[in-house]
Nanobody, 115 residues
Framework: QVQLVESGGGLVQAGGSLRLSCAPS????????MGWHRQAPGKEREMVAV???????NYADSVKGRFTISRDNAKTTVYLQMNSLKPEDTAVYYC?????????WGPGTQVTVSS
């Protein structure tokens, strides 16, 4: 079973930057959309950024202008560049890849922004 492997989380001061990466552990076909979601303590999981197979992107209002989602040329690895981080960005960040017959999630990577 192909799993998603995330990396890049950690502890950073407010105003700092982090870059998250997510790649499948094996071959995966027909990815329609790749995205990042996050869940803060006591809150529901929310969409952060999504990129579709044709390159369209969508961002949560709270991260527009600060975060950038991108992918590699093979369109199987997705990145999230996070700049100007704020304490309210603290959460577990989850990678997601959707195809016609699958909806895969990574185990999550912790991002903590100190004030």
């Amino acid at each position: 079973q192909v799993q998603l492997v995330e990396s890049g989380g950690g502890l950073v001061q407010a105003g700092g930057s982090l870059r998250l990466s997510c790649a499948p552990s094996g071959i995966i076909f027909g990815i329609n959309a790749m995205g990042w979601h996050r869940q803060a303590p006591g809150k529901e999981r929310e969409m952060v950024a999504v990129i579709t197979s044709d390159g369209r992107t969508n961002y949560a209002d709270s991260v527009k202008g600060r975060f950038t989602i991108s992918r590699d040329n093979a369109k199987t690895t997705v990145y999230l560049q996070m700049n100007s981080l704020k304490p309210e960005d603290t959460a577990v960040y989850y990678c997601n890849m959707k195809g016609w017959v699958y909806d895969k999630w990574g185990p999550g990577t912790q991002v903590t922004v100190s004030s």
